[in-house]
């Protein structure tokens, strides 16, 4: 039996790792001994290491870590060590395998006599535009189901010169392995090499794989490396004695990457000039015999490549980007200049330098103090004094400010003064498109919850929620972060994969968290006090989230009755979301008649969370947090289906719950009625629960935090482990001193 290895290798991948070795391991062709799986990190800074690390633990998955990033075919390369499989097929953390890949390679392969070589073809994914095919397919016409070599179908050398459209025999590759190891040249030299030295190759024309193209990221090759590429693949095609036909190929393809170097802008200008040096030599030196110009506008390229002239190519390409760019320019910039500087005094106040000791904050579109910003700002005055804070908080929302709050209305004129000369911007969501993001200024993200539903441009394919969205404008207001808080490895990997921009991962705990483990048990008591919670009584927050595809809100129980069932020794606190925070509340009467707390308007879910012995939820973030506390948790799922199809999810809440789930009113009604909403069940879900989502959550985020950005101290306290935690006191001893809560029913 042919038996296969697979060979991930991942630089920073923590947002896409999961779900490439998840599409390996869930092919039907890996379902036995036969496959392998070997997981390279490639140096990376990110939460790699810790994925390879836990899908070790599985069989026929090994992980390797290399200490510092390599090129990618020296990558490869580590991870072929470790291989056993008869074939070695190459992925990037970011490539995912259609279902059903292994086993029609391996069919392939058996059919043809086990070939050096069996390419394939695969679609390209970018989060702007539908997938797109690769471009191979055309080059498999002529070859068909033959067995071939380059030789005989030297128009195979035009196929995109990554590794991961090709399944490579691992004899062949070992007795190539210079391809792998050559000083310098990255992915392109075994690509083509393999290629170039293959006797017999196979065709398998289907698309197996996908492969996902970043915005950004760490590049994997070196353009510089490109040069030594074509000197080896030079040298392999004498030994080869490689026909005319295929050293032109070679050279055009290899011509057209560095000439797409030169036209592009990751070089400086000193750069530029060796580049530009350095190519015309090579085009000279490997010109094949026969050579014909092109007749479009790279001809006009090459023409000054021979005459080594780089002031006319610097003119040539200038001119060509403005005909090119000069309409989309001034779209943008129009935009541009409407929104960043509709304003004359945030024009004249951008020319005053930075204030290093004034901090930005705001929270959920300037409605007030609020979530983590609030909980950094307020560890903020306690341990840097000395940096001056100023609120964003719309007109509506000021007189409900702490007093004493420094703030500024959106629009006013101290706002673009603050604005512009503020070097800390912290925020739970993005400031504005008008906010310049200027040198030496920091923009901590906080966000504003753990994500169950897809965000950023994981919403694209999901119309109930991205339809109108601009995610070019969403992007560039996500490339402004410095850091992103996260709360545990789940976040953390989400938000590296929704919005791929650069920014560090603060992987701290949400410090609007930090409460649930300092509050006292007089805190707790006060709390209940205030929201009108008799002593003794069990109270139950009912939380739910908003749905993308309801236009307005109307409760999803028959709060009444489920106020009756649950008894007179039960307070039902509901709390609609913040979206509905204009006009009439269906909660209105209710709340006077006395049937439940509508806690709605209430500042601060997290201390309702302290305040309550329980909680239900539907998909809102609050469950996350709430989870902290380790009090039990009912997930009330009723339309569970259309949210997951209509706003999309990141995993089966369903099967993932904290605690007990209700489809229908009856059932949830029956789980309170009886034990199940906090029995050992419940209670080993919501276990497992706390592990995955607030491993980074034990009270001192909002310090590390503070460290780490205002006080330039990286080397923050550790996280203490889930199980080594105290939450805080829980409502019934704080103000009983039973056990438990008073039974519900």
Known sequence: MTTFTVIVTARDAQGHLRECLDSVLADPGAGGPDVQVVCVDNGSTDGTRAIADEYATRDRVTAVHLPRPLMPAAAMDAGARAATGDYLLFLDGLDRLAPGALAALARRAAETGEPDLVLLDHVRIHWRNPPAPSGDGKLFAGPGRAVVSARTHPELLNLNPVLANRLVRSGFRAAHRELFTAEGPGEALPAIGLLLAAERVAILDEIVL??????????????????????????????????????????????????????????????HADYFRLTAAHFTSHKPAGYRRPADLNGVRHALLERGSYPAYRAFTSANRKRRGVRGLAVKAKRKAAAVVKDGVYREQLRHPVEEDLAVFSAYWDRGVACSPGAISAKLAELAPHIRQVWVVRGRDVPLLPPGTDHVVPGSRRYWSVMARAKYFVNNVNFPDSLVKRTGTIHVQTHHGTPLKRMGIDQIPFPATSRGVDYDALLERCARWDYSVSANPHSTETWARAYPVPFTSLDYGYPRNDVYYTATAEDVRRLRERLGIAPGRTAVLYAPTHRDYEAGWTPRLDLERLSRVLGD???????????????????????????????????????????????????????????????????????????????????????HAPGAVARNQDELEAVFLGDAWRDEQAASRRAAFR??????????????????????????????????RTPAPAPAPAATGAEHATPIG
């Not at 996902?212 to 510089?224: C, I, M, R, Y």
């Not at 080896?232 to 560095?258: G, I, K, S, W």
């Not at 950005?709 to 990286?714: D, H, M, R, S, T």
């Open 210 to 271: 996908m492969r996902t193209e970043p915005d950004a990221g760490p590049a994997d090759d070196d353009p510089f490396t490109l040069f030594a590429t074509h000197d080896h693949l030079a040298a392999l095609m004498d030994r080869l004695q490689a026909r005319p036909e295929q050293r032109t190929l070679v050279f055009n393809a290899l011509t057209r990457r560095m000439l797409k170097v030169l036209d592009g802008t990751t070089l400086d200008d000193r750069e």
């Open 569 to 655: 020794d039960v307070t039902l606190l509901v709390r609609g979301h913040y979206f509905y925070d204009r006009g009439a509340s269906p909660l209105e009467e209710l709340h006077r008649r006395g049937a439940i707390i509508d806690v709605s308007g209430y500042e601060s879910v997290e201390e309702l969370g302290l305040a309550c012995d329980a909680l239900i939820t539907d998909y809102s973030s609050v469950m996350f947090d709430y989870a902290n506390l380790d009090r039990p948790i009912v997930v009330y799922a009723d339309d569970w289906e259309t949210y997951a199809v209509t706003r999309g999810v990141y995993f089966d809440l369903t099967e």
């Open 691 to 724: 592990r995955r989502f607030c491993a980074f959550d034990d009270g001192h985020a909002a310090e590390r935090v503070v460290r780490h950005v205002f006080l330039g101290e990286p080397d923050t306290p550790a996280v203490v482990p889930v199980e080594h």
